[in-house]
């Protein structure tokens, strides 16, 4: 099927329907409203994306298999759906193992560099050191229902397409509102991330993430590249409108945890 170029812009809208763009996100305004994080609400939600990095990694990588396995069967994939797989794999290999500069050049080596891993060591870990007790880890309903969701896209051979798709029109958002509520944590009336260096991982988020967002949503190489038929374009629409939803879900627990705190 030759590339659609108006597909695309209809899983850009679903995204602004889910509100998942500035200025709609209620997550995004409160992070920009609040004045002071508490150490307790900071390290919920640390702990919380912790998870969703990590199953958004691996559950992508799954989908990547699932789209592999459908290649394989095929005796000439397209190349279109070829060009989109590439930049899955490599857009996605930047959570594993940093392929990007912005990522490489600030990145811890080896397994610390995997992307939830980082965040763990570098944001979880000074958090739960300053909370000095053991805090709530269960997850709040909308966080867990967008693992269930990544989980059913796993196994789907547009799985990856969908994830990375949604994913990338907001994690630039998600990355610039992390900033800001990161740096509002107190201990002792003093910022707890207050070392230059303290929130290099959203520092290279947010650097890296809008050529990752250009990356999938290209018209020749983008996502929307691994639909094949009418068919495929309608399915990935409905995945990507469902999957949108519970990212609006997540987000909005996240607005809960520090607007309450």
Do not use: C
Request: charged share 20%.
């Amino acid at each position: 099927m030759p590339t659609d170029t108006g597909l695309d812009e209809r899983v850009a809208a679903v995204v602004r329907t889910a509100g998942l763009v500035r200025p709609e996100n209620r997550f995004f305004a409160a992070a920009r409203a609040v004045d002071v994080v508490s150490v307790t609400d900071a390290l919920a939600v640390a702990r919380q994306w912790e998870a969703m990095t990590k199953a958004f990694m691996f559950t992508t990588i799954s989908g990547l298999g699932a789209a592999a396995r459908h290649f394989v069967v095929q005796q000439a994939p397209g190349r279109e759906a070829l060009g989109a797989f590439q930049t899955a794999y490599r857009v996605i290999g930047d959570d594993l193992d940093n392929l990007a500069v912005d990522f490489s050049a600030v990145a811890p080596r080896g397994a610390a560099g995997v992307h939830y891993l980082w965040w763990a060591d570098s944001i979880v870990g000074p958090l739960a050191e300053a909370a000095g007790e053991e805090t709530p880890r269960d997850l709040p309903a909308g966080v867990a229902k967008l693992l269930g969701a990544m989980e059913s896209l796993s196994t789907h051979r547009l799985g990856a397409a969908v994830q990375l798709r949604v994913v990338e029109a907001t994690a630039l958002d998600i990355a610039v509102a992390f900033r800001r509520m990161y740096g509002k944590v107190l201990v002792g009336g003093q910022k707890l991330f207050a070392a230059s260096d303290a929130l290099v991982w959203i520092d290279a988020h947010i650097k890296a993430e809008t050529s990752h967002a250009q990356s999938v949503s290209d018209a020749e190489t983008g996502m929307t590249a691994l639909v094949e038929s009418e068919e495929d374009a309608e399915e990935l629409v409905l995945l990507a409108t469902d999957y949108a939803a519970h990212w609006a879900g997540a987000l909005d627990d996240f607005a809960d945890q520090i607007s309450a705190g």
